[in-house]
C-alpha cells in the first residue's frame, strides 16, 4: 500500500507521506520551505512554496500595543519574535503584507450592530474597571490619537518597533471587520489573488480574534493557512490554547517563529 496520501481539487492538492509525516502544499514547485508544526501530532512538517507564500501581519497597531490604548503584553512579547520572521520571509523572498483596521465615513454607514457593539462595552455597561480612552469604532479618542481605527490615524497607525522594519515591497491592506477576509471586497483578498498566493503565514493580534477571524475565512475559500504561535496573542485567558487546537485539527497548521527561521528550503 502506498504511503501517499493525495487530495483536494487538482490545482491545488495537498500530498501527504506516511514515512516522512509531511504535508506537502503545493505539489511541484522547485522552491519549497519545510518547517515543523508545533501544535497537533509530533514530528509533523508541511512544505510550502516561497514564491505562492505570503506573510499577513494582522492589526499590529497602536490602538492595540501601545500603553495609552490597551494593556496588551502578549501582543507585546509577539512583537520581537515577528520582526525576526519578517527579515527571514525578507530573505525568503516571501510577500510581506500589512494587514490593519483603517475605517472610513462610508465604513460608519454600514458596520453591523455586532461589530460596533465589540468596541462600545465600556459605555454600555458602565463599568469603572479598565476604562479604555475610545468609545467606540469612529470615536474621537483624544489628543492626537485620532478616531478610533480610522485609517491615517495615530492609533491606527503600525507600531514603531515595527513599523521601523517596513519597506517599500510590503503591501498594506485595510480592513474594515474582524476578519480582513470575509468577502471578495477586501482588499486582502484581492492582493492575494492578484499576487498569486495560495499559502498565508499569519501573525498578529488578537489571536482568537482577528487573526483567528482571517484564518477561518482563507480557509474557507481555499487558501493554505499557517499560525505562528509565538507572533501571535491576545488578552483573552485561555484562548490561545483553544484556537491552537482548533487551528491544528481543523483549520490548517501552527509552528512558531524558530521552526521557521530554521527551516530549510528543499
Given at each position: 500500500?502506498?504511503?501517499?496520501?493525495?487530495?483536494?481539487?487538482?490545482?491545488?492538492?495537498?500530498?501527504?507521506?506516511?514515512?516522512?509525516?509531511?504535508?506537502?502544499?503545493?505539489?511541484?514547485?522547485?522552491?519549497?520551505?519545510?518547517v515543523?508544526?508545533?501544535?497537533?501530532?509530533?514530528?509533523?512538517?508541511?512544505?510550502?512554496?516561497?514564491?505562492?507564500?505570503?506573510?499577513?501581519?494582522?492589526?499590529?497597531?497602536?490602538?492595540?500595543?501601545?500603553?495609552?490604548?490597551?494593556?496588551?503584553?502578549n501582543?507585546?512579547?509577539?512583537?520581537?519574535?515577528?520582526?525576526?520572521?519578517?527579515?527571514?520571509?525578507?530573505?525568503?523572498?516571501?510577500?510581506?503584507?500589512?494587514?490593519?483596521?483603517?475605517?472610513?465615513?462610508?465604513?460608519?454607514?454600514?458596520l453591523?450592530?455586532?461589530?460596533?457593539?465589540?468596541?462600545m462595552?465600556?459605555?454600555?455597561?458602565e463599568?469603572?474597571?479598565?476604562?479604555?480612552?475610545?468609545?467606540?469604532?469612529?470615536?474621537?479618542?483624544?489628543?492626537?490619537?485620532?478616531?478610533?481605527?480610522?485609517?491615517?490615524t495615530?492609533?491606527?497607525?503600525?507600531?514603531?518597533?515595527?513599523?521601523k522594519?517596513?519597506?517599500?515591497?510590503?503591501?498594506?491592506?485595510?480592513?474594515?471587520?474582524?476578519?480582513?477576509?470575509?468577502?471578495?471586497?477586501?482588499?486582502?483578498?484581492?492582493?492575494l489573488?492578484?499576487?498569486?498566493?495560495?499559502?498565508?503565514?499569519?501573525?498578529?493580534?488578537?489571536?482568537?480574534?482577528?487573526?483567528?477571524?482571517?484564518?477561518?475565512?482563507?480557509?474557507?475559500?481555499?487558501?493554505?493557512?499557517?499560525?505562528?504561535d509565538?507572533?501571535?496573542?491576545?488578552?483573552?485567558?485561555?484562548?490561545?490554547?483553544?484556537?491552537?487546537?482548533?487551528?491544528?485539527?481543523?483549520?490548517?497548521?501552527?509552528?512558531?517563529?524558530?521552526?521557521?527561521?530554521?527551516?530549510?528550503?528543499?
Amino acid at each position: 500500500m502506498s504511503s501517499d496520501i493525495s487530495f483536494g481539487p487538482p490545482a491545488q492538492q495537498w500530498h501527504y507521506s506516511k514515512s516522512t509525516k509531511t504535508y506537502d502544499l503545493v505539489g511541484g514547485s522547485t522552491q519549497k520551505l519545510k518547517v515543523l508544526t508545533t501544535e497537533g501530532p509530533d514530528g509533523v512538517s508541511f512544505t510550502i512554496s516561497l514564491e505562492l507564500t505570503a506573510l499577513v501581519i494582522v492589526d499590529m497597531q497602536n490602538f492595540f500595543l501601545d500603553a495609552k490604548c490597551i494593556n496588551h503584553p502578549n501582543g507585546l512579547k509577539a512583537v520581537e519574535p515577528t520582526i525576526k520572521v519578517i527579515e527571514k520571509c525578507r530573505e525568503l523572498g516571501i510577500q510581506v503584507i500589512w494587514l490593519n483596521w483603517g475605517l472610513t465615513d462610508h465604513d460608519m454607514t454600514t458596520l453591523p450592530a455586532a461589530v460596533q457593539h465589540g468596541f462600545m462595552k465600556n459605555i454600555i455597561h458602565e463599568t469603572t474597571a479598565s476604562i479604555q480612552p475610545w468609545k467606540g469604532l469612529g470615536s474621537e479618542m483624544g489628543g492626537s490619537m485620532g478616531r478610533c481605527l480610522f485609517a491615517d490615524t495615530w492609533n491606527a497607525d503600525i507600531y514603531p518597533p515595527l513599523k521601523k522594519h517596513v519597506q517599500p515591497s510590503d503591501l498594506h491592506c485595510a480592513k474594515n471587520r474582524m476578519s480582513g477576509l470575509w468577502t471578495p471586497d477586501q482588499p486582502l483578498w484581492k492582493t492575494l489573488k492578484e499576487q498569486k498566493k495560495t499559502t498565508v503565514l499569519f501573525a498578529g493580534v488578537n489571536t482568537d480574534q482577528c487573526v483567528l477571524g482571517t484564518f477561518v475565512d482563507g480557509y474557507n475559500a481555499g487558501w493554505n493557512c499557517i499560525m505562528i504561535d509565538d507572533c501571535c496573542g491576545t488578552t483573552t485567558v485561555g484562548a490561545r490554547e483553544v484556537t491552537l487546537l482548533n487551528v491544528a485539527s481543523c483549520y490548517g497548521f501552527v509552528t512558531d517563529s524558530e521552526s521557521l527561521i530554521t527551516a530549510k528550503v528543499v
